[in-house]
C-alpha cells in the first residue's frame, strides 16, 4: 500500500439561513469554500462527505450554483468526492429524490448509495456508504436490508473506511440534545475508518478493530456549536 491522504469532512449546512439571514447563508458557503481551498492546498487522493452537505434536499439556486464552482474545482484537480446523504439533503421521497443524485449524475460528487455495491475503490482504499434513514425506527428497520441487498466486502490488504451519518448509541459519542438512531451492532466489522456525520462534536477513537472518527461541523449550526471547534480531518 502506497501513502495516501483524505479529507474528511461533514455537516456543512450549504444554503441555511440561520436566523433568516442571508448573511449566515453566506457564512455557510464562505465556510465550505474555505474547506475546498485547503483541500487544494492538501492534494488529498479524496475527499469523503459524510451527510449533510446542504440544509435541504433542495436547496435554492444560488446554493447550488456555489456548491457546483466548488466542486468543479474538486474535479479539475482530480480530487475525486465520495458522499453520503444526511438528515437533512436525505430524499424526502421517491419523487421528490435528493439533490445529491443530479450532482452525481453531473460527475461532480460520487453518492455511494446509488451505485452497484456502494462503494467506491482505489489502489489503497476501499470506500463503503449508507444512506440515512432518518428516525432510529427506520434505520434499525431498513440498515440491515441495505446491507444485505449491498454487501459489504472490505478488503484486508486495502485501507477499508465506512461512511455514515448517525448518531450512535455509544456514551463517549453521544449529543446530549440528539437521538442516538443506531446500535454500534449494527454496524459491519472489518474496517478500519468509520467515517461519522451528524455529531457535531469532533472525536476520535477505537471502535470494532479500527478508528470510530466525527469530524464535527464547519460552521455554527446551533447554540450548542457555539464554542466547539470547526473544521475538517485530514487523514494521512
Given amino acids: 500500500m502506497k501513502p495516501f491522504s483524505f479529507v474528511h469532512v461533514a455537516d456543512l ?19 465550505f469554500r474555505e474547506v475546498v481551498d485547503k ?8 475527499m469523503l462527505i459524510a451527510g449533510d452537505l446542504f440544509q435541504q434536499a ?24 465520495l458522499t453520503v446523504d444526511g438528515s437533512h439533503d436525505s430524499a424526502p421521497n421517491v419523487i421528490t429524490g435528493t439533490i445529491l443524485n443530479p450532482l452525481d449524475s453531473a460527475g ?27 428516525t432510529k425506527r427506520r434505520t434499525e ?25 448517525m448518531a450512535l448509541d455509544i456514551p463517549s459519542v453521544s449529543h446530549p440534545q ?14 478500519n475508518y468509520y467515517a461519522g456525520g451528524h455529531v457535531h462534536i469532533p472525536s476520535a477513537g477505537k471502535f470494532k478493530g479500527g478508528l ?10 446551533s447554540y450548542e456549536d457555539a464554542k466547539l471547534e470547526k473544521g475538517f480531518y485530514h487523514v494521512e
Fill in 13 to 31: 449546512h450549504l444554503g441555511y439561513a440561520q436566523y433568516n439571514l442571508d448573511v449566515r447563508r453566506e457564512d455557510f458557503n464562505a465556510a
Fill in 39 to 46: 483541500t487544494l492546498e492538501l492534494k488529498p487522493d479524496f
Fill in 58 to 81: 433542495r436547496p435554492s439556486n444560488t446554493t447550488l450554483e456555489n456548491a457546483i464552482t466548488s466542486f468543479r474545482r474538486l474535479r479539475d484537480a482530480g480530487i475525486p468526492v
Fill in 108 to 134: 461532480l460528487i460520487r453518492y455511494l448509495p446509488r451505485h452497484e455495491g456502494a462503494c467506491w475503490r482505489n489502489e489503497n482504499c476501499y470506500v463503503y456508504g449508507v444512506p440515512n434513514f432518518r
Fill in 141 to 165: 428497520e431498513q440498515l440491515p436490508i441495505f446491507l444485505e441487498q449491498n454487501k459489504p466486502t472490505p478488503n484486508p490488504s486495502l485501507f477499508n473506511i465506512f461512511l455514515f451519518h
Fill in 178 to 191: 440528539m437521538e442516538a438512531e443506531a446500535r454500534p451492532e449494527l454496524f459491519p466489522e472489518d474496517f
Fill in 212 to 221: 470510530l472518527v466525527y469530524s464535527g461541523c464547519t460552521e455554527t449550526v
